[in-house]
């Protein structure tokens, strides 16, 4: 028997495989094919928390014939942990800033529009593709910050301001965190960087997140991109059925 790891995925409906499957064609085709992809801003939010930092491995080594059966547990936290929301982003050129949800921020379209998207649109963006600007797409999830009617808006008056473009929700694949470099790879790294830190308070945990998010290492990040375009054709070969449980597609398309 050979033993296999299951992953933890979304639970999807007929309507959402259908959705995955056309959406994802949509996103490779449109916005990821050839070299389009180095164009691509993505920006994501995660909660982030004491207890995701001085963590014990979830593994270790013993000597063979070795029996230390007290070592085999790892003990979990009982009372609810502190946190914040963290906002960020990157593509090809480089890293976006990193920002704290302030803790009694209402986290709806105006904040969005305001604390987010304005200073990404006219300063972060410019600064990392100056003339090409205007070739750049920038990505977002299906949150309802996103994709309110304001915010639609918004982000059409930004296009006419700057001519940053912003990609189409019907280019969006639905519940589909293996199809979002910010949920497949960019925060679960900054997680495990942050499992080695040791912060007491809420501003120790923002400092040690700013630090290791300019830690993070770019090259990484622009392989996770590329893994980005393959995903997005596993899931359309899939018909828009789960890719984790299955690595095929890491190897290439024949």
């Known amino acids: 028997m050979e033993k296999r790891h299951k992953s933890r995925v979304h ?7 259908s959705e ?27 909660y982030v928390y004491l207890s995701d930092c001085n ?3 979830a593994i270790y080594y013993r000597p063979r014939g070795g029996k230390h059966f007290e070592k085999w547990y790892a003990e979990c936290r009982e009372s609810f942990s502190k946190g914040f929301m963290v906002i960020a982003g990157y593509c090809y050129n480089g890293k976006l800033i990193i920002r704290r949800v302030a803790k009694k921020a209402k986290i709806n379209s105006k904040y969005y529009q305001d604390e987010v998207l304005t200073p990404i649109y006219h300063t972060e ?33 930004m296009e006419q301001e700057t001519g940053i473009h912003a990609i189409q929700f019907s280019n969006i694949p639905v519940k589909s965190p293996d199809a979002s470099p910010m949920d497949f790879c960019t925060f679960g790294l900054l997680k495990r960087a942050l499992g080695s830190r ?4 809420i501003d120790g945990l923002w400092k040690a997140c700013k630090e290791e998010w300019e830690l993070l290492d770019m090259t990484v990040l622009r392989k996770s991109l590329l893994q ?9 070969r899939m018909k ?15």
Not at 134 to 139: D, E, G, P, S, T
Not at 228 to 236: F, G, N
């Open 11 to 17: 639970k999807l409906l007929p309507r959402h495989i």
């Open 20 to 46: 995955r499957r056309t959406n994802s064609r949509k996103l490779y085709e449109n916005h990821l094919a050839g070299e389009k992809w180095k164009f691509v801003v993505t920006l994501d939010e995660a």
């Open 55 to 57: 963590k014990p491995r």
């Open 125 to 157: 963006i410019p600064a990392l593709y100056g003339r090409d600007k205007n070739k750049v797409w920038v990505h977002q999830d299906k949150a309802s910050s996103h994709t309110s009617g304001s915010t639609l808006a918004f982000l059409q008056r």
């Open 198 to 201: 040791r912060p007491r308070t």
């Open 228 to 236: 980005w375009k393959l995903r997005c054709r596993a899931i359309a």
């Open 240 to 254: 828009g059925q789960q890719i984790e449980h299955d690595r095929w597609w890491r190897h290439g398309f024949s």
